[in-house]
């Protein structure tokens, strides 16, 4: 019969091996493997396509240095587009946002849309996910939808994170794989990618469907540029 008194008594049940085995491989991982090796672009976020399919670059703002300082991105780019025919107001134009991250083994990660719009204001209305078809995929990727307000403004922001190929729409799954990615391959890179569109109220299902638009346009484009 165990001895409840014993100092040791906390590493048994399964639970608790199994966490002194997730211990044991952390360790592992930082002392006992080679350093990670940081990974580049295949070639920088500026060189995207001013046009991508019927969409049309209308315009491109840098980061100002602060806001750069805080991110602390290896790359990113900010622009928006316009579908051709189509015409200009709410619901209609968007927004592209990409920061690349060469390694996250110094604490620097991806800051989630979900910290920065309500830290900027914005109150939100929905926070979920959607699969979106992509030509040329065998199967749908599953993005988050977040929509926010501030006064009369509304927006819808489509984003998701991806690693060689893989996209991932989670913050906890993308914090997984960075384990996991780490441990197998020594890699630690990862993106990015929101979709932003603004509208008005009534709008949400047009700016939905230019937004998934866009993606399904320029999702090749960017994943050309992008690690694999």
Partial sequence: MPDKSSPLRFLGGR???ALSCLFAVQIAVFYGLPKERP???????ASLPASMGAWTMTG???LDQHVQDVLKADDT?????QEAGVPSGPGRTAGLYVAFFRSQTTGVSPHSPKNCLP???WAVLKSDMIDVGIPGLPHPVRINRYIVTKGEAKSLALYWYQSHNRVVAS?????IYLVLDSIRYRRSDTSLVRVLVAYSSGGEDRAQATAVSFIQ???GAVNALLPQ
Wanted: aromatic share 10%; hydrophobic share 30%; charged share 20%.
């Fill in 15 to 17: 639970q608790n091996v």
């Fill in 39 to 45: 990974v580049d672009l295949k070639q920088p976020l």
């Fill in 60 to 62: 491109e703002a840098p």
């Fill in 77 to 81: 780019i900010t622009r928006s587009y």
């Fill in 119 to 121: 830290g900027s204001g």
């Fill in 171 to 175: 913050e906890y799954l993308a914090k």
């Fill in 217 to 219: 346009s320029g999702f």
